[in-house]
């Protein structure tokens, strides 16, 4: 159990980077990686973590 619980917080973690990542690489004018990284935090990693916890 403890190791679920290690494994959903690294991924939490990982997408909470990659999401302010994103939003940095937005406000700097990035087109290209700025949506990768946004869609990679939001659309796969968050609900990984979400999925992973129960």
Excluded at 16 to 27: D, H, P, Q
Excluded at 30 to 37: H, W
């Amino acid at each position: 159990m403890k190791y679920l619980r290690k494994s959903r917080n690294l991924i939490l973690i990982a997408a909470i980077v990659s999401i302010v990542i994103g939003f940095i690489t937005l406000a700097q004018g990035s087109i290209s990686l700025a949506p990768i990284l946004l869609v990679l935090g939001y659309c796969i990693l968050v609900p990984i973590a979400l999925i992973k916890g129960e």
